[in-house]
T-cell receptor, first 114, second 115 residues
Framework: DQQVKQNSPSLSVQEGRISILNCDYT??????FLWYKKYPAEGPTFLIS?????DKNEDGRFTVFLNKSAKHLSLHIVPSQPGDSAVYFC?????????????FGDGTTLTVKP | KAGVTQTPRYLIKTRGQQVTLSCSPI?????VSWYQQTPGQGLQFLFE???????NKGNFPGRFSGRQFSNSRSEMNVSTLELGDSALYLC??????????????FGPGTRLTVL
C-alpha cells in the first residue's frame, strides 16, 4: 500500500512557464513533507520542505503548498528553466515510529523545453 | 562541509555473492538511512541507523542488513545476491533522523549490477 503517490509520471512545460508537480498521501500521521530533485546518475538533492503547521513555503522560484484536509501537496516552479529538467520526488515523514520511515513517491519527470 | 559520500560508486557482482556498501554521513549527522532505487519501484526504504542502533526498518528480506559505527559511518550488506538486487543504493544522512522534521541529505549512490 503506497502511502505517498505522485500520479503523474511525467510533465512537460515550456521555459518561462509554471511547472506544477503534485503529490498525494494517505497517512494522516505525516507532518513533514519534502521535495527532492534528482538528476540521472546522482543522488536526490533536497529542494524544499514544509511542516504540517504551514500551508505554504516559498524559496526563490520554488513554492510548496500543503492542503492537509485533502492530503495533497504541490510544488510550483516559476519561471521554469531548462536546468529544472529532472525527476522530482515527494517525500513524507511523521513523528511516530511507523510514519518515521520517510516514504517517497515514485517521482515525476519534469522536462522544461527551451 | 563535505557531503554524504558512498563507496564504491559502481559494483558488478554475480548471483550468490555478497556485497558490502559503505556510506559516510555529513559531519555531525548521526542518522543514516539506506534506500534502494529501481526503475519500476521508485525509492524503497531499507533501514535507518541512529547512534549505532537500527531504528527503522523497511520491508526487505533478511539478506539485507546494515550496521553503523561509532563515527556514524554505515555499511549495508546484501548476501546471496539475486538478479533483482540490481539497483542504485542510496544513503542519506540527517542530524536527528527520520520522522523528526529533519532533512535528509543524499549521497550519489552505489550502482550495483548483479549478473
Amino acid at each position: 500500500d503506497q502511502q505517498v503517490k505522485q500520479n503523474s509520471p511525467s510533465l512537460s512545460v515550456q521555459e518561462g512557464r509554471i511547472s506544477i508537480l503534485n503529490c498525494d498521501y494517505t497517512n494522516s500521521m505525516f507532518d513533514y513533507f519534502l521535495w527532492y530533485k534528482k538528476y540521472p546518475a546522482e543522488g536526490p538533492t533536497f529542494l524544499i520542505s514544509i511542516s504540517s503547521i504551514k500551508d505554504k513555503n516559498e524559496d526563490g522560484r520554488f513554492t510548496v503548498f500543503l492542503n492537509k484536509s485533502a492530503k495533497h501537496l504541490s510544488l510550483h516552479i516559476v519561471p521554469s528553466q531548462p536546468g529544472d529538467s529532472a525527476v522530482y520526488f515527494c517525500a513524507a515523514s511523521g513523528s511516530d515510529t511507523n510514519a518515521g520511515k520517510s516514504t517517497f513517491g515514485d517521482g515525476t519527470t519534469l522536462t522544461v523545453k527551451p | 562541509k563535505a557531503g554524504v559520500t558512498q563507496t564504491p560508486r559502481y559494483l558488478i557482482k554475480t548471483r550468490g555473492q555478497q556485497v558490502t556498501l559503505s556510506c559516510s554521513p555529513i559531519s555531525g549527522h548521526r542518522s543514516v538511512s539506506w534506500y534502494q532505487q529501481t526503475p519500476g519501484q521508485g525509492l524503497q526504504f531499507l533501514f535507518e541507523y541512529f547512534s549505532e542502533t537500527q531504528r527503522n526498518k523497511g520491508n526487505f528480506p533478511g539478506r539485507f542488513s546494515g550496521r553503523q559505527f561509532s563515527n556514524s559511518r554505515s555499511e549495508m550488506n546484501v548476501s546471496t545476491l539475486e538478479l533483482g538486487d540490481s539497483a542504485l543504493y542510496l544513503c542519506a544522512s540527517s542530524f536527528a533522523g527520520l520522522g523528526r522534521g529533519d532533512t535528509q541529505y543524499f549521497g550519489p549512490g552505489t550502482r550495483l549490477t548483479v549478473l
